[in-house]
């Protein structure tokens, strides 16, 4: 039996999906490989491997969002853009976390990059400078 790695099975699914192969065949054929190969434990870093190789291709950047206090659509909109050039790719989803020990700003992640915006963040750098 041939043993895949998460990468080669991230890279599979990228490429089934440019492809057009339905979400529904792909995620089975993928619990399928995981189950042989008794990975089922390994299925987040999968997605998470998977997220890496659509940011790497252009094609796609899930971008977490933290704050403090709810965005706006239009900031929404305006972050989902410069996180596309920043991350040069076409498309940005974007999903918001709220919480309210990050004080204020933001701090946006995607499979490849991070930007920490946040007070919380500023106030560490003061605390370990001093």
Do not use: F
């Not at 041939?2 to 089975?28: C, F, H």
């Not at 796609?60 to 929404?76: I, K, M």
């Amino acid at each position: 039996m041939i043993k895949l790695t998460r990468r080669q099975l991230a890279e599979y699914a990228v490429d089934e999906m440019v492809r057009g192969t339905p979400l529904k065949n792909l995620s089975a054929n993928l619990a399928a490989v995981l189950a042989v190969q008794r990975k089922k434990n390994e299925l987040q870093l999968l997605l998470a491997d998977i997220d890496r190789e659509l940011e790497d291709r252009g094609l796609l950047a899930r971008a977490r969002v933290t704050s403090a206090y709810p965005l706006s659509y239009n900031l929404l909109e305006m972050l989902s853009s410069q996180v596309k050039k920043l991350a040069q790719v076409e498309t940005v989803e974007i999903l918001t976390r709220l919480d309210k020990q990050v004080l204020g700003g933001i701090r946006i992640e995607t499979a490849n990059h991070a930007w920490d915006k946040t007070v919380k963040k500023q106030l560490d750098s003061i605390r370990e400078a001093v």
